[in-house]
């Protein structure tokens, strides 16, 4: 899990790298910034609790940790929805920027999608306002990640989290 939170830390990082909008950027890099302070105390306390054994406190720190990392990685995804609405720049020729820029471009496209089916199926109440009921609610990048089939190419049989695995390598 620690090692899945420094995937998402690289990819906000090249995220916020092609973000055009200031702000934008410098959230996400915030959010990716504390995203890697928790994946690294997760992997510290992890291997802690593989040497010292099982204990009701280790094991509650550590499920405390991983809470703390899932709410840190829904941060760096709803920064990087913000940072993909307002714009990206051409990635490199670097394949996993071009990897997180098609994976976001696929977002957006889902989004704009989403909306214009909404438009077209207007479901508001006489004042205008968009019905609750029945509403289908807007695609997220975290709901793009969970769809994603777990990718088997690149991937060795026991990963080592030593080694750099590209950003989208790796079902989140």
């Known amino acids: 899990i620690a ?7 690289k990819f906000g990082n090249i995220l916020a790298k092609h973000c055009l909008d200031q702000r934008c950027s410098m959230e996400l890099l915030r959010a990716a910034e504390h995203t890697q302070s928790i994946s690294s105390q997760l992997g510290i306390v992890a291997r802690v609790k593989a040497v010292t054994g099982e204990s009701k406190a280790s094991s ?5 940790n991983v809470q703390n990392l899932l709410r840190a990685v829904q941060h760096v995804l709803r920064a990087a929805e913000a940072a993909c609405v307002k714009g990206l720049g051409q990635p490199s020729a670097d394949p996993e920027e071009e990897e997180v820029a098609a994976f976001c471009q696929q977002w957006r496209k889902n989004l704009t999608q989403h909306r214009a089916k909404e438009a077209l199926n207007s479901d508001r109440d006489e004042l ?17 990640v969970q769809e994603q089939p777990p990718r088997t190419r690149n991937i060795p049989k026991r990963p080592n989290p030593r080694k750099g695995h590209t950003v989208m390598d790796k079902h989140l």
């Not at 090692?3 to 830390?9: H, R, T």
């Open 60 to 64: 509650e720190l550590l499920v405390s």
């Open 3 to 9: 090692s899945d939170g420094q995937v998402v830390v």
């Open 128 to 144: 205008g306002l968009r019905k609750t009921r029945g509403a289908k609610a807007e695609p997220t990048l975290m709901s793009l």
